[in-house]
């Protein structure tokens, strides 16, 4: 610990209620810092126990925070005002230094300083050496240069200022061999730091560094996966004229909230592209290829929309990668016309496709195709099916097939039997009506993943 300035005297505290996390009997919060006579052992060894319990007690209550801000709070609050008249911690945030701080009788405070501005401080020296400061500040109107430098945040400096002369011990919060943070502790003057006190404290620095970075990087593993998330989970179906959509989508693993199972719709109004497929395997590794295969097609129909071309591009994408797996897929590309949705259909190892007419007609489109990323320089043909007004595509992945029963699968006598329905019955009722066949097939038992996309033109009753 490097000192800096004068050391000041320090003087008990009396007349406190013990808080209530120390252990049977305590001695009053100030005697946590406090020294003791060398030769009164009672004392001693009432303090050790006394620091003990409030170690172990200070490390349980923060371990059990799953956010960074809350589990910062949960350390001001130990500390403020049972040990210290203030404290405060900072972390690293990207490019800047996140400050919370908390007076005693005050609300916590929070703040934020880019790194480049903390240059020369003592905050910047703590964190560049992961050495403990000690700073005294004396009396007095305005700010002084020794406690601007330790509390770089203007309403923290604030706070420190309302309590002076006051002593600030500054002490490195580190982990995993690295210094991420630290923690300010004021007391007001003629109270102080012996090397007791700062010993002490050091050892519940550490102990909380320990959690609070186990904290930051569970938050950040957690913000890292809601990113990902938001690219690897189905996108919302754009809302395009004279079409409707209706999808439905069950994971294998409820608590992952992402599988290997994926639809995606795109392009203009009246020339756009859907896609459903089926990544071997399950999970988030499935996840993460199927927002590979997504982009992949998306670009492949930036150069030609004709789906046989598209599947033939992806192929030759996931192929050229040499993983190994496979993906099963129907692309789509459907055109407005005078007549109503003209659709052309190519199949890659996918379950051939379903057409429910306006009248409840049921009709399965006979398509076949290679699973992609297996063979190389394999060609897929096209096939043409046109869309009345009132007609849906109902495009699935083999999870609605292949759902497991009392005795057998789903299959696809209970499919067909599913989408025979009412005379122009709306998309979602078409969709519901199969996700409910399905789930009450399924009841509890484990299963693959599960996605359907349905198209259905709806043009005016007019039109009809």
Known sequence: MRVMHAAAGCTPISGEDPPDFMCP??????????????????????????????????????????????????????????????????????????????????????????????????????????????????????????????????????????????????????????????????RRRGEGFDAGAVEFLEDLALRLGATLDATRALAESRRVARVLSRDLVPPRLPDLPGVAFGSYYRVAFEHEALGGDFYDVHGGPDDWTAVIGDVCG???????????????????????????????????????????????????????????????????????????????????IAAHGTVLGILEDIEYADVHVELAPGDTCVLYTDGVLEAPGVHERFGDERLREALQTLPHAAVTTLVERVAMAVSAHLGERPHDDIAILAVQNDAPAAAR
């Open 25 to 186: 009997t305590p001695l009053p919060p100030a005697d946590l810092l406090t020294p003791t006579p060398a030769e009164d052992l009672l004392s001693q060894v009432r303090r050790s126990s006394d620091r003990a319990s409030f170690l172990a007690h200070a490390s349980r209550s923060v371990s059990g925070s799953l956010h960074t801000d809350r589990a910062m709070d949960l350390i001001l609050g130990l500390l403020t005002p049972h040990v210290v008249d203030w404290a405060q911690v900072a972390v690293h945030d990207g490019p800047s230094l996140s400050f919370r701080g908390l007076l005693d009788g005050a609300a916590v405070t929070e703040a934020s300083v880019p790194r480049r501005r903390l240059e020369g401080t003592t905050v910047a020296e703590v964190l560049r050496r992961g050495v403990t400061e000690l700073v005294h500040v004396p009396g007095g109107d305005g700010f002084t240069a020794s406690l601007e430098s330790a509390v770089p945040a203007p309403s923290m400096l604030a706070q420190v200022a309302s309590i002076r002369p006051v002593d600030l011990l500054i002490i490195p919060m580190s982990a995993r061999g690295a210094t991420f943070g630290t923690l300010t502790l004021a």
């Open 282 to 364: 399950k999970g988030a590794e499935a996840a993460v290829l199927t927002g590979r295969v997504r982009q992949a097609v998306r670009t492949a129909a930036l150069v030609d929309r004709t789906p046989s071309r598209v599947l033939h591009l992806v192929n030759q994408v996931l192929v050229s990668e040499g993983e190994g797996t496979f993906v099963t897929a129907v692309c789509a590309r459907v055109r407005r016309t005078d007549a109503g949705l003209s659709m052309d259909l190519s199949v890659a190892g996918h379950p051939e496709p379903y057409v429910v007419r306006a009248d409840g007609r049921v009709e399965q």
